[in-house]
């Protein structure tokens, strides 16, 4: 079952730390050498100080600003334990409004063999270790990791109701516009029933797998060096953002691919090889448009776009079920566009095993800044796809697998320095 339970939130001290707006980072995985130098410069508290630090001796001096930050009061710890209601409002670049709404709480590590939990994504080792040394340095989780369940006709919003009508604790918006809004819940009753409402709930993972599974290190660790199995302590929890996909606001973008480096056949060359599994048109540079109206198209047909540097043209490679035969995967992974660009596209006709893929690509999930990205011969090539559906999500989850890395982008992504977890 899925526990989760109150916490006394660390957060930052207004009177100390002034405008709210210039302490918080975007999560430390999205955030560009340029942006963190801009982070790094909005304020001497940014979190990016704790997450992503420019300093040699990276983790030691997370943890010494830290701890000089809880000494001089730059952050505060509530007195009581809490839930933190956590509504995020954006618009997409179609102009639609959304708003997402969930809980922060500290929710109780379950391995992932007893399927209450639940990842969507492979990880990567080298992100694991950076997490574990980083949280064995502070004794803390500086970032919520994003959780969904799916539960219709009951909403956290509607049971926290009699405490949201006072003024949000935190009011700040992102260099995106997204408007972040922040209670704190100390009512005990209502964080019972919430706790009760999600206690038969499986949790997928959206964000964040690299520091569920850190999470999960670190406890053993802790459990081994205490030489027990298992206990109630603070590290056998870890700070979670829950949200409900059934109330909206749930919004997955695609992330696309841009080769940076590694062998690439000619465009004329490599358009006749594709033609043996793909449908190949081509489409003017001058007509975006018809070219992402081809890429989106609805239909049986499934659909990839290529921009290749030096290519007259961009290319929608169209294909259906068939192209995946011979694949040594399941059905779910099968029906996934990402799996066949890296198991047909990338590993079948670029000749890139999958071992160094990601060494070889950069991500976006603006489909503009790919095409420019090209352009000025910033990349080889760029890899267009259309996104990963909640619904497909869920299925390979229920199958106990994972899809390659970066097959989902959850959008907006959640504040670091709204509330910490000191273990």
Not at 110 to 130: G, L, M, V
Not at 376 to 403: D, I, K, S, W, Y
């Amino acid at each position: 079952m899925a526990l989760i339970r109150p916490f006394r939130g660390i957060r930052y001290n207004p009177t100390v730390v002034g405008n709210l707006q210039q302490v918080v980072s975007p999560p430390y995985d999205v955030i560009s050498a340029e942006q963190q130098t801009v982070l790094h410069l909005s304020s001497p508290y940014n979190a990016v100080r704790l997450d992503l630090n420019q300093d040699v001796e990276r983790y030691a001096a997370a943890a010494r600003t830290f701890h000089d930050w809880l000494d001089q009061r730059v952050l505060i710890q509530d007195e009581e334990p809490s839930l933190y209601f956590y509504r995020q409002e954006f618009t997409l670049k179609d102009g639609s409004r959304h708003t997402r709404t969930g809980v922060l709480a500290a929710l109780r590590l379950e391995e992932f063999s007893a399927k209450t939990i639940r990842p969507h994504e492979r990880t990567f080792e080298s992100a694991k270790s950076d997490r574990l040394a980083l949280l064995r340095s502070c004794q803390a989780h500086l970032s919520p990791i994003f959780f969904l369940y799916s539960k219709p006709g009951w909403s956290l919003g509607q049971t926290l109701a009699p405490e949201l009508t006072a003024p949000a604790l935190v009011t700040v918006q992102d260099t995106q516009q997204t408007l972040h809004q922040l209670w704190r819940i100390t009512d005990q009753a209502l964080i019972a029933e919430a706790a009760a409402g999600l206690a038969r709930e499986p949790l997928i993972i959206a964000d964040g797998h690299h520091r569920y599974e850190t999470a999960l290190r670190y406890r053993a660790e802790r459990l081994a060096a205490q030489k027990r199995n298992g206990g109630d302590e603070p590290f056998d929890y870890v700070l979670a953002y829950v949200a409900n996909v059934r109330e909206g606001g749930v919004v997955i973008l695609p992330t696309h691919r841009l080769l940076r480096e590694g062998p690439l056949a000619s465009p004329q060359h490599l358009r006749t090889a594709l033609q043996r599994d793909f449908r190949v048109a081509l489409f003017s540079p001058t007509d975006r448009h018809a070219f992402f109206a081809a890429l989106r198209a609805p239909g049986p047909e499934r659909h990839i776009g290529c921009v290749l540097a030096g290519a007259s043209h961009y290319w929608v490679l169209s294909f259906d079920e068939r192209v995946t035969q011979g694949l040594p995967v399941s059905a779910p992974l099968r029906a996934l566009d990402v799996t066949v660009l890296h198991d047909v596209v990338f590993q079948r006709f670029l000749g890139l095993p999958a071992e160094v893929q990601k060494q070889k690509f950069a991500y976006t999930t603006d489909e503009e800044e790919a095409l420019q990205w090209v352009a000025e011969r910033r990349c080889q090539a760029a890899f267009l796809l259309n996104p990963t559906t909640f619904a497909q999500v869920a299925e390979v989850c229920g199958h106990g697998e994972t899809m390659p890395q970066k097959s989902t982008y959850f959008f907006p992504k959640l504040l670091t320095g709204l509330v910490f977890y000191r273990l």
